[in-house]
């Protein structure tokens, strides 16, 4: 099921905060859905040194993004993959980053809910994803607009929404 998002990139400083707000430690897995040109895979591997694995469908996409990451010296840290995120499976992930429309969040929900292990996060930018409760919501501002930032903690989201916690 290949969907098509819009490239839309996050800008860095929004980045940052929000991996520092799903709080991502230097032994944990971080996975872009969608990672566009790779700067979330970048930051978080240079900054917070994370493992990082990115999934994107456009293949001009996926050049970009591993050219960026062999510029930054961080091809020990970040794998790119062309594909669809919807194949993936995403067990290994301790924090999710997500820039998703609804549409597409709500299509991936069931996925989410059934490989993601307890205590994954998934942060999503300005999309959330309907039916679970955040465990928190921020607002980032960068120098142009403010962006919404929805912190999901796999297990606490759907207890707190009555659904079942099966992992």
């Not at 905060?17 to 930051?43: F, H, N, P, Q, W």
């Not at 609804?102 to 989410?112: F, G």
């Not at 409760?133 to 501002?141: E, I």
Request: with cysteine.
């Amino acid at each position: 099921m290949t969907i098509t998002v819009p490239f839309v990139p996050t800008p860095h400083e929004v980045v940052k905060e929000t991996l520092k707000i799903a709080g991502l430690k230097s032994d944990e897995y971080l996975l872009d859905l969608g990672c566009g040109d790779g700067r979330v895979l970048i930051i978080g591997a240079g900054d917070f040194g994370a493992k990082a694995v990115g999934i994107e469908t456009r293949s001009d996409l996926v050049l970009k993004a591993a050219l960026n990451v062999i510029q930054a010296g961080l091809t020990d840290r970040v794998l790119i993959i062309q594909g669809d995120f919807f194949k993936l499976n995403l067990s290994f992930a301790d924090v999710v980053f997500m820039y998703l429309l609804s549409s597409v969040n709500e299509k991936l929900r069931p996925k989410l809910e059934s490989e993601l292990k307890t205590g994954a996060r998934v942060v999503s930018h300005d999309f959330e994803v309907r039916g679970w409760k955040p465990a928190s919501k921020h607002t980032v501002r960068d120098g142009y607009r403010e962006h919404q930032i929805y912190l999901y903690v796999r297990g606490w989201s759907e207890q707190n929404e009555g659904g079942r916690n099966t992992r």
